[in-house]
């Protein structure tokens, strides 16, 4: 699976966006770009996924540069809750395939009153 | 809520002693992972079961095995206890979500204290 590359830490203003980008230049074209994060020491939750095209849910935005070698989470609207480790993994996702999640270090999010 | 359940949520057990964490998986998800999370380590994938076969290892101890069951539900069993093995362990479960992606949802986990 790729490496990715994420700053250690952000911080944003509550109510702001919050733009969290990721760095996996040496993306393969079946590699998809995950996003989970982990609050506290809580199990990692899954956030949204991506291929190519840019991706919304209901948590977040995935927006992927055409050539794939970076991505941005955006949270539209963070609030203090979303004060969370967030991981951008990359990897290739067949199904019962044994393709693991690798997780770097992520960015420390850190969204302030 | 993900759908996937851990016990026990704690566990506090001495050097040497053998443990036995547990996990039942989503719903209909037939694949379950299991990962170590310790303070120096980050999170790990130890090991995945598909069905009730292995499917994948990771950096998994010897001292460490798992098993899945015909009910799906998962074991981890950790044996021979040291002070580094304290951590939290984690299971996940996945199902395909059209295409060829999986998503992995992961439960509370299991924080095991070894003293």
């Known amino acids: 699976d790729a490496k990715t590359t994420q700053p250690p830490s952000m911080d944003c203003a509550e109510g702001r966006a919050a733009n969290l980008p990721c760095n996996h230049s040496t993306i393969s074209g079946n590699e998809y770009v995950y996003w989970y994060r982990q609050i506290h020491s809580q199990g990692p939750q899954y956030i949204i996924h991506g291929l190519k095209n840019n991706e919304t849910n209901e948590m977040a935005s995935l927006i992927i540069t055409e050539d794939r070698k970076s991505s941005t989470l955006i949270l539209p609207h963070a609030t203090l809750r979303d004060t969370a480790v967030y991981y951008c993994?990359?990897?290739?996702?067949?199904?019962?395939?044994?393709?693991?999640?690798?997780f770097g270090g992520g960015t420390r999010l850190m969204v302030k009153p | 809520d993900s759908g996937v359940t851990q016990t026990p949520k704690h566990l506090i057990t001495a050097t040497g002693q053998r443990v036995t964490l547990r996990c039942s998986p989503r719903?209909?998800?037939?694949?379950v992972y299991w990962y170590q999370q310790s303070l120096d380590q980050g999170l790990q994938f130890l090991i995945q079961?598909?069905?009730?076969?292995?499917?994948a290892k990771g950096n998994i101890l010897e001292r460490f095995s798992a098993q899945q069951f015909p009910d799906l539900h998962s074991e981890l069993n950790l044996s021979s206890l040291e002070l580094g093995d304290s951590a939290l362990y984690f299971c996940?479960?996945?199902?395909?979500?059209?295409?060829?992606?999986?998503?992995?949802?992961f439960g509370p986990g299991t924080r095991l204290t070894v003293l």
């Open positions: 719903s209909g998800d037939l694949s």
């Open positions: 993994i990359v990897r290739v996702a067949i199904y019962n395939a044994g393709n693991m999640l690798t």
């Open positions: 079961y598909y069905n009730g076969e292995e499917r």
């Open positions: 996940a479960s996945s199902t395909p979500s059209g295409g060829r992606s999986d998503t992995q949802y």
